[in-house]
């Protein structure tokens, strides 16, 4: 009898044991499940839009920008023939399409020949041509001696895009000294004509946008943001200012390793500001610092409602705001709602990113034209209180602590996997790197620090 009771309870414990095995891979297999559409959605974008917008070959994406984590596991097909990208990874798939001037699109509850039905408006050639202009609204660079170490930086350059030598992987690398363009250089399969992605720095790019409004048609940032969702509640108080300064108070995750606010944003939803103006408010607006690309993108969705025309709203940032400052084939992508993606998705070149960056040198004036009103500039780098001196509106500053050896008064534009652009006034200078450089691989100090001895 001991040993039936004995193997009676063995048997017992084995099924409870089963029973638990069972559990856990089911609630494995169901987290996994939540995030095949963010990697697989991840690949399909990224391999899509660096395709069809940069001219990158798809092996090189892959071996690259697609080769961390679970995203180096899918296996992506680009089909030229419809220009669309499906991604696959286990049980998940995605499927990203290229609009043209819309940019490439996640295909998630839409329907792609409703997608595909949306057009951009015709939009007016720039009224130049870039390659008979001088720089900075043209192409050619003079040969003006503005002083610095260009024989220095030339090994620098080197040191940079051949050697990877500050670490990370340089796609582009320029310098501009006193407005004129010292160091350029690229990787072989990349060059002046490449367009490469900002991820966060479009942040950037919307303050600048917002201060063309504020200019030209006399946006109050200050005024609460008018959202429709927030009227019967604290989030009423909210305005334009504090979604620029990160001080919203909204609910939000920005943590790209998981399935965060940011991701679901970017990789799950049709309508990206809709589910930003969905969270709920944590903290009074105005009273709480944290970065989030949700409040840029609720920007966005702020301006297409000013315009109420989208015709006019896709074309404004062209028209008022790039063509002014020479760029002119730069491609800001929207969502499958059709509000631009100012959190994360434009594309230009490296030029084009040294001509923004010129602008904000400039107090907000190119080519001789005031762009931006007048204190502008001095608005966009006072730090937000909350932020330790990290923040200002929409840039980021010294308090980062990333680059010590920089002047104080450097600001910048900071994207996603080493994408940046500094701006030191005080040196007249401005760098500008891009690339694949994931978090802590390359040494931006060290950069910044020799290319400050060139001085």
Not at 202 to 230: C, F, H, R
Not at 294 to 306: D, K, L, Q, T
Not at 382 to 389: I, K, L, M, R
Request: glycine share 8%; hydrophobic share 40%; proline share 5%.
């Amino acid at each position: 009898m001991a040993v039936s009771s004995g193997k009676s309870k063995s048997r017992k414990s084995l099924v409870i044991i089963m029973i638990i095995l069972v559990a856990v891979l089911l609630a494995g297999a169901a987290y996994l499940s939540t995030l095949l559409p963010i990697i697989t959605g991840y690949a399909a974008k990224n391999m899509g839009s660096a395709v069809f917008i940069s001219g990158r070959m798809p092996d090189e994406v892959d071996s690259t920008d697609l080769n961390f984590s679970f995203i180096k596991f899918t296996r992506n097909k680009v089909d030229y023939s419809d220009s669309s990208v499906t991604s696959r990874f286990l049980w998940g798939r995605s499927r990203a399409i290229d609009r043209e001037e819309l940019g490439v699109t996640l295909v998630r509850k839409s329907k792609e020949k409703d997608l595909r039905a949306v057009k951009f408006p015709e939009l007016p050639p720039p009224p130049y041509s870039r390659d008979s202009l001088q720089w900075p609204m043209g192409d050619q660079i003079p040969d003006t001696i503005t002083g610095i170490d260009t024989d220095a930086l030339d090994i620098i350059s080197k040191k940079v895009i051949v050697e990877n030598g500050y670490g990370g992987n340089v796609f582009a690398f320029m310098v501009l000294h006193r407005g004129i363009p010292v160091a350029e250089s690229y990787k072989p399969q990349f060059s002046k004509d490449t367009r490469f992605l900002s991820w966060s720095m479009a942040k950037s790019v919307l303050n600048a946008m917002t201060g063309v409004l504020v200019q030209e048609d006399g946006l109050d940032i200050y005024a609460p943001a008018g959202i429709e969702e927030w009227m019967n509640d604290e989030r009423k108080n909210i305005t334009l200012n504090d979604l620029m300064r990160m001080q919203s108070g909204l609910e939000w995750n920005e943590d790209y390793g998981s399935r965060s606010d940011v991701n679901i944003m970017l990789f799950c939803r049709n309508d990206m500001a809709g589910y930003v103006r969905s969270r709920k408010a944590e903290h009074p607006a105005g009273t709480f610092w944290s970065y989030s690309s949700g409040s840029s993108n609720v920007v966005s969705y702020i301006i297409r409602e000013h315009f109420g025309n989208d015709s006019l709203y896709y074309t404004f940032p062209h028209l008022r705001l790039f063509y002014r400052i020479g760029i002119t084939e730069a491609v800001f992508e929207t969502d499958p709602s059709g509000t631009l993606i100012g959190s994360s998705y434009l594309y230009a070149t490296a030029r084009d990113y040294a001509r923004f960056a010129l602008l904000y040198q400039q107090d907000g004036i190119f080519n001789g034209e005031r762009i931006l009103p007048e204190g502008w500039v001095a608005y966009t780098r006072e730090p937000v209180p909350a932020s330790n001196g990290e923040y200002g509106s929409l840039f980021w500053l010294h308090g980062t602590g990333e680059v010590p050896s920089a002047p104080e008064d450097i600001f910048m534009c900071v994207g996603h996997d080493g994408q940046r652009i500094f701006i030191m006034p005080s040196k007249e200078m401005i760098v500008v790197v891009l690339g694949y450089s994931p978090r802590g691989t390359i040494d931006f100090d060290m950069l910044l620090s020799d290319i400050l001895k060139t001085l």
